[in-house]
């Protein structure tokens, strides 16, 4: 009940694309869901964050989507770039982070 | 501000021994953790503390130990390397152990064992 499950593994996009990481979890209690984003050889840094309260934030070209009743939420990457090449782990918190396993992300130019 | 720092940056030891990994930050925060990530599996929690003098386990507490006798430093000890320790470790701070608090981590050690 603790887990939450993060696909795909690792994702392809071309730049410019749209690229969209998912992730589900059972435990109705958790109330925070964050979005982390780590480049190769540095610690995860927090990207965008979300409360069950609302369906979807935006910043930028980055945007959560949560649906409660389904339990799950994912991460959209509009117009993606290199730049964006790394890892992203989503988490769910009520008490303690609850991590997913990552998807590493690769934007080809 | 430095953030939270972590030394060595990497680490080789051969099974048995023993070592400590450094963590310090600098934001006055009380809460700090120990995880490591492993490829597929994510972030794991070794060990937090939610204060100077208060520590907890995680969820893979076996084969390390922690203290955190300052609010600024909390320090990870391998008591007997085994190669299932090999791993990417990162000590990670928040102001406080609340819910929706932002975790700001280290750089990492990359910690070999042979």
């Known amino acids: 009940q603790q887990q939450v499950k993060q696909s795909p593994q690792s994702l392809i996009v071309q730049k410019g694309g749209i690229s969209i990481i998912n992730c589900a979890y059972e435990?109705?209690?958790?109330?925070?869901f964050p979005w982390y984003q780590q480049f190769p050889g540095k610690g995860p840094a927090l990207l965008i964050a979300i409360r069950p309260d609302v369906s979807e934030k935006k910043e930028g070209r980055f945007t959560i989507s949560f649906n409660k009743s389904a339990k799950q939420f994912s991460l959209h990457i509009m117009d993606s770039q290199p730049g964006d090449s790394a890892t992203y782990f989503c988490a769910a918190s009520n008490y303690q982070l609850i991590w997913g396993a990552g998807t590493k992300l690769i934007i080809k130019p | 501000n430095a953030g939270v720092t972590q030394t060595p940056k990497f680490q080789v030891l051969k099974t048995g021994q023993s070592m400590t990994l450094q963590c310090a930050q600098d934001m006055n925060h009380e809460y700090m953790s120990w995880y490591r990530q492993d490829p597929g599996m994510g972030l794991r929690l070794i060990h937090y503390s939610v204060g100077a003098g208060i520590t907890d386990q995680g969820e893979v507490p076996n084969g390390y130990n922690v203290s955190r006798s300052t609010t600024e430093d909390f320090p990870l000890r391998l008591l007997s390397a085994a190669p299932s320790q090999t791993s990417v470790y990162f000590c990670a701070s928040s102001l406080t152990s609340g819910r929706g608090e932002t975790q700001y981590f280290g750089p990492g050690t990359r910690l070999l064992v042979l």
């Open positions: 435990n109705t209690a958790f109330d925070y």
